[in-house]
């Protein structure tokens, strides 16, 4: 069987997704669609609005065959981490030929040429990112300055050339869009696993990643949040929400709204402001650098924002710089919450990312898939709670236990007290999608 | 001048405390009144309704001329170091003559002979206690079963004699009561620092400590919580509560609802409930044992109670067994949202509790009285802000940043965001009530 995967958040799984889904497996003729779906805290920084159990139906609703964990380690994480996390999991799984990604470029070639300069960084690339970095430009500018530069350097070499010119110039546009340096990423990945998993992008249809335009059938993701939240805070129902209505699925808008019914949802960040406020105002400068994502001085600029603010965005607003995106210190914000460290981030990277593979959801063909991949798959499959006292290897109960943790931290944002109940992670079983 | 000293938490001053002030100067003819004031967490394991600066408020207003914190490391703490962290201020002025408190008991009698087998425990005390505790009694308990054994032995020793009955039976009934049992460790702590101060005390009025009765004028503080809290939940206003206007004076009265009406009260612990939750499920069972108050297997207990629970209330009951009183237990959670830990509060224990003397608050008497204590006092004296950056002892310096901790997570129980700013440890001065 021909196996197409796909790396989601589905925060919440909207008709540009469903789209995605559909032409992935159109794409590349394939029978099986595995999702590989964001756990509870997503890449931006931020807790997913509805949790990971809402977001499978969802994913099986809308074509996926099987749908398996990104676990919080890396769904909450850096581009980088994020994308190796993800990508070490569809290689280890043996069944997967296909990564489908939706991209703003559309077209592989300028997304590879990156790629593999990211992939194998040359010495005048390293030199440049390195000139960039201590000038104070954030790392994904100064990245994006270092290959522009490399790409003319070389071009230059073979000479002028027209159509090197257009290529080069269609590669640094493209690096500097979310979608694309997602993409990236992944290529990078399985370059560096050598995988022959053959990479697919597809243009994104609709609004921008980041998009808060409110488009009639193709709001982004980040739009219908924002239009979740406003309803919301405004005290309206979400019954009869034309918006919802027009940019999600009948499916999944029905598991997004039984969510919102059960009190399981939506959930913001706002939710954690006074557990974040209060981590970063007691904690100490040192328990603050053990983060990821930290670097010397920003410790300081966290707990000074902490003491100063009364809320969350304005903890966020006064600690952001041109040098700290928002989304990496929303990163360290969460990733205090779930207790991860910079420290167990590198362990689980020297250690080839994940170290498990873990079943959410599946369907009938997502069960063939399973039973091929019990015979193929080289990390350890965990198919009901209970497997996780089978994992033998330390890493990956460290892992195992820090999802916990970071679902017990995340149910305490639902909005209704009765559902913030602990302990899901050990008694939830996959959904099997009839 | 003739100084009498009081321990209060004023949580809030109502018309019993005003009773006791102005007993505590006529009886010693004390020209001077100088109040150790319970910071912003509370003997019970509790945040107080208001913050400390505007109880000092209530204390100026009611008869204190001199009002000195006693830090949350010792003022939300057990008996034993909430009195001896109070009696080493107390001690260390080198200007008061007495200690003046309320008790159920009112003769200090009873009192002085239970505190003088507490400070200097015999053999036989120690071994009955042992037994009491193994038996899963309760410290406070087991400690009074000791008592009971030690003090009949002795009676038989001098032969059966109807006086001295009478008064083992007054000093065992005496040491149940929650207001004797800390008059029993304000004596064994002036024992035990040999302290020139003379103990007095002071028969309650009114309804007991805890006691939720609603007297017409003289409820306890405990009730006149509750009936704040009853009609901040059922969202009623206080002006004109007859309750209210019963049981504090005119000025005390003002003083708590400016509070309120400014958004910074009344605080109830529910207020923590995410953070505490939050914290009980993340932190490791490790960091757990580390908080005072703890011993082994306890630190499961309070794992599994904040995994199951949905609520502060819920936590606490879950947690409370007869062995682990429910004021031990808040404790050990408030403990942990402030950042103490059992081997700082024995640092503190083994360098004689508090390390230096911080003014609150003051009148034109107070101000005399400072002057003196300048002259006589053996801890430094705090009073500005600025004076922290003076201490030049490393425990002095953690104490106090212990203190802007413990009230960084104080304001986040506000009911107002607004309200919510760190670092007023650092810019709040004394108050001069002229």
Tied chains: 1, 2.
Aim: with cysteine; net charge neutral; proline share 4%.
């Amino acid at each position: 069987m021909s196996v197409v995967g796909i790396i989601s958040e589905y925060n919440p799984l909207h008709l540009g997704h469903l789209h995605h889904i559909k032409y992935a497996r159109k794409a590349t003729n394939a029978q099986g669609c595995i999702c590989i779906l964001s756990s509870n805290f997503v890449q931006r920084g931020e807790p997913a609005i509805v949790s990971k159990w809402a977001r499978i139906q969802m994913a099986l609703f809308s074509g996926a065959d099987l749908v398996l964990e990104l676990p919080s380690a890396f769904s909450c994480a850096s581009a980088e981490y994020f994308s190796s996390g993800a990508v070490s999991i569809l290689q280890s799984l043996g069944v997967v030929d296909y990564l489908c990604f939706g991209s703003e470029e559309g077209n592989i070639d300028a997304l590879e040429t990156a790629a593999e300069q990211f992939a194998y960084e040359s010495e005048s690339f390293k030199k440049t990112l390195k000139n960039g970095l201590s000038e104070g430009l954030s790392y994904a500018v100064a990245r994006q300055k270092a290959l522009e530069t490399v790409l003319i350097n070389n071009n230059s070499k073979i000479g002028p050339n027209d159509y090197n010119d257009t290529k080069v110039n269609n590669v640094i546009s493209a690096i500097g869009k979310p979608n694309n340096i997602l993409g990236i990423e992944y290529i990078k990945a399985l370059k560096r696993l050598k995988s022959p998993i053959k990479p697919v992008t597809i243009k994104r249809i609709g609004e921008d990643y980041n998009s808060l335009e409110r488009a009639s059938t193709h709001s982004s993701a980040t739009a219908i949040r924002k239009h979740i939240q406003d309803v919301f805070n405004s005290n309206s129902s979400y019954n009869q929400d034309t918006f919802l209505n027009n940019n999600l699925s009948k499916e999944c808008l029905k598991v997004l709204l039984d969510e919102f019914s059960s009190g399981r949802g939506p959930v913001f960040p706002e939710a954690f402001e006074s557990m974040l406020l209060y981590a970063f105002r007691i904690k100490s400068a040192d328990e603050i650098c053990s983060l990821p994502y930290m670097e010397e001085g920003l410790e300081n600029r966290l707990k000074e924002a902490a003491m100063e603010s009364i809320s969350y965005n304005e903890l966020v607003r006064k600690t952001v710089t041109k040098r700290y995106p928002a989304s990496r210190i929303k990163r360290i914000l969460f990733s205090m919450l779930t207790g991860m460290t910079g420290e167990f981030l590198n362990e689980l990277k020297n250690n080839g990312y994940s170290q498990y593979i873990r079943v959410l959801g599946f369907n009938e063909t997502g069960r063939a898939l399973l039973s091929e991949m019990k015979k193929r798959a080289t990390l350890p499959i965990i198919t009901k709670p209970a497997s996780y006292n089978e994992l033998d290897n330390k890493l990956s109960v460290k892992l195992f236990e820090h999802e916990a943790r970071a679902t017990d931290a995340y149910v305490l944002g639902y909005p209704v007290p009765k559902e913030r109940i602990g302990g899901m992670e050990f008694i939830t079983s996959p959904i099997y999608f009839k």
